[in-house]
C-alpha cells in the first residue's frame, strides 16, 4: 500500500465535499472540513435544520476568534466555505459525500442509492455510522467498492481522531483517500476492519455496559462510579457521564446493534435502564435531563 503522502500527491488535496445531516455530527464534520479550507456542501431533510447548524457553525468560529485560535481571515474564509444546500442535487460535483444521518441501515442505503445517481464515479460515498456494518450499507450501492466507513467522534471538533473503515467490497484507494482526507481535516485517521462497533465501540463498548451492571446490583451510585472512574482509572468521562453526551438516542441502539451482530453474545447485552429511560425521553445532555441534570 502506498503511503499517504504518495496517494495525497497523486490525487491532491480535497476541494468539495457534501455533508448529509446536519445534526451534532453532520455540523461537527462540516465545520472542521471548512475550517481546513474546503468547500463544504450541508444538506438535511428537515427544513431549517442545515441553516441552523450553519448558524451554529458560525458561533463556534466566533468564539474561537475571540479566543485567538481562528484570525479573522481564516474565520471569513471558513464562513465562505460552508454552504447550505436545499437540493442533494447540489453535491454534483463533490469528490467525497460523508452521511451523517440517523443510524438506520435501510435510510442510508436509500441515500446512497439516490447519490449515485448525482455524484460522478469517482466520488467517494462515506458513512458516518456508529455501529450499522459498512459492508451492508455498501451492498444497497450501485458501486459498493466506492463506499466506506469514516466514523468521526462527538463533539467533532475537539475528538481529533477518525476511524477509517474499510468494508469487504471497498476499493483500497478509497480508504486511502479518507486517510488523506481526514489529515487535511487535522484529524488523526485510524484504519479499522468492518466489524460491529469497528475498534471504539467495540473494545470501548463493555465501559458503558459494565457500569450499568455496577449500578443495576447496587454496588454504587452512579456519580460514585463516574467520579472513581476518572480519578483512579484515568478516563477523561466517567460511563454516565459519556452516555448523557452522546445521548441514548444514539448510545441504547448502538449497544442493541452490537449485541444483535455478535449474536447476542451475553457480555454486550444492553441493559433495561438505558432503555428505560429512552423510552421515556430522558435522553442526556440534548433534552436537558439525563442521569444528571442540565436544566
Ligand atoms: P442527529 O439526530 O443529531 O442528526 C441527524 C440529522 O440527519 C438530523 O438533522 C436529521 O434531520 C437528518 N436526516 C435524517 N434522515 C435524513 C435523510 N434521509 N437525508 C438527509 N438528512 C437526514 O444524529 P447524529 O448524532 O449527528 O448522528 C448521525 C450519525 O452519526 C448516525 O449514524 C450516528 O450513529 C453517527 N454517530 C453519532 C455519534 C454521536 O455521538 N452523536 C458519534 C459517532 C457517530
Redesign the pocket.
Known sequence: MPAVSAVAEVHGSIGVIGV?????????IAQIAAQAGMQVKL????AD??EN?RKAVLAQWEKLQQKGKLTEQQFHSAKQQLQVVTA?DAMADCEIVI??????LD??R??FRQLEAIVSAGCILA??????SVTAIAAGAAMPERVAGL????PVPLMKVAEVIAGLRTRSEVVQRLVAFTHQTGHRPVITKDTPGFIV?HAGRAYGTEALRVLQEGVAAFPVIDAIMREAAGFRLGPFELLD???L???H??MESIYQQYYQEPRYRPSVITAQRLQGGVLGR?TGRGFYDYT
Open positions: 448529509i445531516g446536519a445534526g451534532a455530527m453532520g455540523r461537527g444538506f438535511d431533510v428537515q435544520a442545515a447548524a442533494m452521511e451523517a444521518i440517523v443510524e438506520r435510510v442510508k436509500d441515500l458513512t458516518n455510522t456508529s455501529s450499522l466514523h468521526f467522534f462527538n465501540n453526551l452522546t445521548g438516542d444514539v448510545s441502539p448502538v440534548k
